[in-house]
């Protein structure tokens, strides 16, 4: 396992916590999952003010760390998101699994540069650094992420529409990644450690890049979910034996009968 663990699709860290650090294993186990209260330690909050106990930290924008906590309710679902209609959608929901059309430029230009900008929005108000189209119901080939999870630092977005790996670095790295559709869970996954991808922007602009380290991380994480990929589908027997009580529970939450494991 490497000793930088990422942790993306989730949950950027609280400010007091970046100031120490970016990518420490313990520091992003609590900025994956999880906010970890800078002001106190609230793991021991399994009583039955915890849920309310979440929604403060809501409020205030901080979060318990669920390591030793009971998994309860969904502390970094933003619920509504101010200025879309878009939702998360959780697994086992079958816009994970289905097959995501390529978008087709320019005719499609102009709705998927909103849908990309609102899809941000419910990044950041889900405190991740990634998210795939499928992952707010759209089936369609496109995915938005800033390393950074900071909306201040906008010049790191990016939209990318029908984006492509190309090429794969054989080195891999095993980090700790999480998703937004599969809240309050976590998980090593091996990737590779650099890859070269070509993308458009919603206007149409060609990018060609190599991405590296975090960035090339989360790129391949979103990436799969265009395929209809999902990263527990690239844990380890060992790790998925361990998650699957919380995907049990996912799932007797999906209130669709159509859920697609
Ligand atoms: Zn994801």
């Known amino acids: 396992m490497s000793v930088i663990s990422t942790a993306f699709a ?19 186990i609590q900025k994956t999952l999880y906010h970890s209260s800078s002001s106190s330690n609230t793991n021991t909050n399994n009583n039955n003010n915890y849920d309310e106990q979440q929604r403060n930290n809501y409020d205030t924008g901080t979060f318990t760390s669920l390591f030793s906590s009971p998994p309860s309710k969904e502390e970094i679902d933003p619920g509504v998101v101010e200025g879309t209609d878009l ?8 816009c994970l699994r289905a097959k995501n059309d390529e978008v087709i430029l320019p005719d499609e230009q102009e709705h998927i540069s909103k849908l990309g900008k609102e899809m941000l929005k419910v990044m950041y108000a889900a405190e991740g650094v990634g998210l795939a189209a499928p992952q707010v119901g759209v089936n369609k080939r496109l995915m938005v992420y800033n390393p950074t999870g900071d909306s201040k630092k906008w010049l790191e977005e990016k939209i990318l529409v029908n984006p492509k790996i190309v090429e ?17 869970m976590n998980g090593e996954v091996n990737r590779s450690k650099w890859i070269k991808v070509e993308a458009m ?23 799969d979910h265009l ?3 999902v990263y527990i589908d690239r844990l380890a027997d060992e790790t998925r034996e361990k998650v699957q009580p919380r995907l049990n529970e996912l799932i007797e939450e999906y209130d669709g009968d159509d859920g697609a494991l």
């Open 227 to 229: 395929d209809g990929v």
């Open 201 to 223: 922007t919603p206007r149409g602009k060609k990018v060609k890049k190599k991405f590296k380290g975090w960035e090339a991380v989360i790129f391949q994480h979103e990436y």
């Open 87 to 94: 939702r998360i959608v959780k697994y086992p929901h079958p």
């Open 168 to 184: 794969f670095s054989e080195a891999k790295d095993e980090e700790m990644e999480g998703c937004l559709s599969f809240p309050q």
């Open 10 to 28: 989730l949950f950027v860290n609280n400010p007091h916590q970046r100031r120490h650090t970016t990518r420490s294993i313990t520091t992003t």
